[in-house]
């Protein structure tokens, strides 16, 4: 590459060296190549800047951040962002938020970032964007007139059609995406949503190369399946030397969840199939317990709130009706926990249950089987509807809305032989190393790198200057 890396995305790591697979993976994509990481600054500005300024540790690549107002991080990150793109992306058009204002301040959040990256970047520079905060990045870009690439990674699901009628009009993804020369997307039903969307908007074509043609442009739509850091992830679980410590603090046979406390995540349900199998199983004598970490997310958005006290509901229940003196079933802990805690507790865990609604990927599901001592592994009990299922077959694969199938799939995973267990886990984590997310970025950067974009740039922009 002649240019220079730009990545943007929504958080960014302040710390010389973050931690946190994605992070610490383009972390050490751009500690290698060197150039620019942008994010938002967490502070805000009554009249933000136009121009980018430097945050955090700069000694091996540059860190940028664009400002925004409290206006702005209400209408375009909690609003728009938050309470009209993610929850169509989750199938959730029920929880859907309009406002014209929200709407407003996406634009404008992405076209003031977009004037500001066209300021730093240079004509051979290739630009990696990161999710659903800036879906109109490159056309707001290419209308400033930047020729180079521009990448695109989506990290949650890509909306089915029909719940793209829940967006407002200006929310036009096919004109957005269009623009970028490559769309990553998680799973291969992505790319199969993405490209639907495409077929039905008019003008759309899909070429011999796989490329979709819409209008004058051409953009590459592919799935890049993310992962986690998976050797080092491996590493902090087996030094896990308080192993043991851990284990007798929960006592019993740990089923463990770990999830932002999010409405996709499918939490209800899991709580209500962990009851169900304390109701139906055989043995009163045994007593697992299901420890669930969800940390505070986006609790200025309510449905976030709601599904807070729906939890807190049902986990009050559930303990009144099956604690004993000395067995409390249900451990629910509303607070982050250390990266390192999590590790062990995953390796103790006898089950990983992992029940989202919808998720682009999920990681933990990932760093569950990662963390398994491989002479005697645990179990993943995984959603069918999460992006991992795809690829992670092995796992017992579960719908998250049948509290009867999910029950019996904790009944199973707790009474699986050896063998079995053996057998699932290295199938499963065959597939989590195929997908180191190391190996992730850079197949996904070659791509782009390798991404032709048959137009000039500069032509389209004139016959957008002469139409308008
Ligand atoms: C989005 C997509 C996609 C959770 N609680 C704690 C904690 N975590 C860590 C987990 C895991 C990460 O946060 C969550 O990643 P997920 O993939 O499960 O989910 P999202 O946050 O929704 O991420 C998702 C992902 O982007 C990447 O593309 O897979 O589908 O929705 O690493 O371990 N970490 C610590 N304490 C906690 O309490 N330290």
Known sequence: MSGKLIVVSNRIPTAATPSGGLVFALHETLRKTGGIWIGSDPEFQADPSDTLKEIGDQSTYQRLAFEMSETDYQT????????VLWPVCHR????VQMSRRFEEGYRRVNKRLARQIFEVAGPEDMIWVHDYHFFPLAADLRELGFEGKIGFFLHIPFPALGDMGALPPSANLAHWLADYDLVGLQTRSDVARCLEMFRSELGAELMHDGKIK??????????????????AFVATAEKSTNREEIAKDLSGELIIGV????YSKGLPNRFRAFGRYLETRKDKERRPSLLQIAPPTREEVSAYRDIRF??????????????ELDWTPLRYIHRNIDRDVLAKLFRTARVGFVTPFADGMNLVAKEYIAAQDPEDPGVLVLSRMAGAAEDMTEALLVNPYDIEEMSEALAQALDMPLEERQARYTACMKRVRATDVGRWSENYLNALKDSRRDLSWSSFNERHKNSA
């Open 214 to 231: 819409y209008g004058e442009r051409r953009v590459g739509v592919r799935s890049f399946p993310i992962g986690i850091d998976v050797e």
């Open 310 to 323: 729906e939890l807190e509901e049902l986990a009050g229940r559930l303990n009144g009706e099956n604690a």
């Open 76 to 83: 375009f990150y909690l609003g728009f962002a938050n309470s």
């Open 92 to 95: 959730r058009g029920d929880l």
């Open 259 to 262: 999830d932002r406390l999010d």
